[in-house]
C-alpha cells in the first residue's frame, strides 16, 4: 500500500523579496508554451526509446517540471553558464541545443552533445555555456561555484545558475559553497527544484526545515520561494536573483514543482498515494498552461493541437537524427578526459592490465 505523505507548502505565484517585472508579450507567453509541450513529448520519446533498449544507463526527465525549465532558462543571458544535475534535457533544450543532439546523446552516438561518451546524465555543450549535467547528486555545486569565483576574479559581467534537486540540499557540498559565495559575493544563483522527494524520501522526512529557501539565511543569503508550475512567476524571480548576483550578492532560489513520474524511467512510484499521483496529474504545468493562455485569447484548441503536432515532428526528427549517427570510435575513448595534456594519462581500454605479466622465475634461478 502506498504511504500518504505531505505535499511540499505551496508557493506563491510570486515570490516574495523579489522585484517586479513586466508582463512579458503574448509572443513570449506563446514560446513559453510551445517550449514546455517540446520538452514535454520529447521526455516521453526518450522514456519510451529506454523501454526499448535505446538509451543505455540512467534515465530521469523533466516531466512536470516545464514551467520551471523554460521559466529559469529564458531569464538567463547567452552568455550565463548553467550548471545542473542528471535531470537535465529540458535545460538543454531551454539554452537552444539541437534536440536532435541531445537525442543523440542519450542513444550514446557520435553527434550528440558530448561526443556520444555522456549519455543521459552528463550533457555538456561549452557554446551554450551548458557546463554539464552530474550524476552525483550535488556534485556540481562546488564546481558552479568555482566558475562563479573564475567570473569574479576576471571580473566578468556573466553569471551562473546552479541547479539541483531538494536532496542536494542535505550534503556539504551545499552549505560549504554557499557559505564561500556569500563570504567572497560571488556572481551564482543557486536553484533548488523541490519536487517533494528525494528519489522516494520526503522532503519533510529528510529535512528539518523543509522549506529550502530558507538555508540561505544562514549565510545572510537572499532567498525566495516560487511557484514552480507558473514559468511566468519564475521567470520574474529568476531575473531578480540574477539581477542581484551580478551585484556580487549571491541568491538563493527554491522552486515548488511536482514531478509526475518516478525518479527516474524505471522508478514506479510506488511510494505514493493514489490520490496524490491524481492530485499531480490534475495540476499539470503544460495543461495548466495551456488553459490560461486560452482564457486570455492566445490559444484556440486548434492552435494546441497544431504546437502538439509540431512538437512531435520535431522530436521524430531528432529521434531520425540519433538513430542515424554512428556509434563513437573505441579510440575516442580517452580524447576529452583532460582539457589539456596530462602526464602519465593512462590510456588503457577497460579491462587491460595496468602493467604486463612479470614471467615467474625459474626454479634455482637467482631471485
Keep these: ?107 550514446g552516438r557520435s553527434d550528440g552533445v558530448s561526443k556520444g561518451w555522456g549519455g543521459s546524465m552528463h550533457l555538456f555543450d561549452l557554446e551554450a555555456r551548458l557546463l554539464g549535467g552530474y550524476g552525483i547528486v550535488g556534485g556540481q555545486v562546488p564546481l558552479a561555484t568555482g566558475a562563479a569565483l573564475a567570473i569574479d576574479y576576471r571580473s566578468g559581467k556573466e553569471a551562473v545558475v546552479c541547479v539541483m534537486g531538494d536532496g542536494a540540499t542535505n550534503i556539504g557540498a551545499f552549505h560549504e559553497s554557499l557559505n564561500i559565495a556569500a563570504l567572497w559575493q560571488l556572481p551564482i544563483v543557486y536553484v533548488v527544484v523541490n519536487n517533494g522527494l528525494g528519489m522516494g524520501t520526503t522532503v519533510e522526512q529528510s529535512s528539518g526545515e523543509p522549506e529550502l529557501y530558507k538555508r540561505a539565511a544562514s549565510y545572510r543569503m537572499a532567498s525566495a520561494r516560487v511557484d514552480g508550475n507558473d514559468p511566468v512567476a519564475v521567470r520574474d524571480a529568476t531575473l531578480s536573483a540574477l539581477a542581484s548576483a ?87 575513448l580517452f580524447d576529452y578526459t583532460y582539457a589539456t595534456a596530462v602526464p602519465n594519462d593512462s590510456r588503457r581500454l577497460p579491462g587491460q592490465p595496468l602493467f604486463g605479466p612479470a614471467p615467474f622465475p625459474l626454479i634455482g634461478a637467482p631471485v
Design 1 to 107: 500500500m502506498a504511504v500518504r505523505r505531505s505535499r511540499p507548502t505551496a508557493a506563491p505565484k510570486a515570490a516574495a523579496g523579489t522585484t517586479p517585472h513586466a508582463a512579458p508579450p503574448d509572443e513570449m507567453l506563446l514560446a513559453f508554451y510551445r517550449q514546455m509541450v517540446l520538452i514535454r513529448r520529447f521526455e516521453e520519446r526518450a522514456a519510451r526509446a529506454y523501454t526499448q533498449a535505446e538509451i543505455g544507463g540512467y534515465c530521469h526527465l523533466n516531466l512536470g517540471e516545464e514551467a520551471t525549465v523554460v521559466g529559469l532558462m529564458s531569464a538567463m543571458e547567452p552568455s550565463d553558464y548553467l550548471f545542473t544535475n542528471y535531470r537535465e534535457h529540458g535545460y538543454a533544450i531551454g539554452r537552444g541545443i539541437a534536440p536532435g543532439r541531445i537525442m543523440a546523446e542519450l542513444y
Design 246 to 332: 551580478r551585484e556580487g550578492k549571491p541568491f538563493l532560489l527554491e522552486t515548488v514543482s511536482g514531478r509526475l513520474k518516478g525518479h527516474s524511467v524505471v522508478d514506479p512510484a510506488k511510494y505514493r498515494a493514489k490520490d496524490e499521483a491524481e492530485s499531480l496529474k490534475a495540476g499539470d504545468p503544460v495543461a495548466a498552461f495551456a488553459v490560461q493562455l486560452a482564457e486570455r485569447d492566445l490559444l484556440t484548441d486548434e492552435a494546441i493541437a497544431d504546437i502538439d503536432a509540431e512538437a512531435m515532428r520535431a522530436v521524430g526528427e531528432a529521434v531520425a537524427f540519433a538513430e542515424a549517427s554512428p556509434h563513437p570510435s573505441v579510440e575516442t
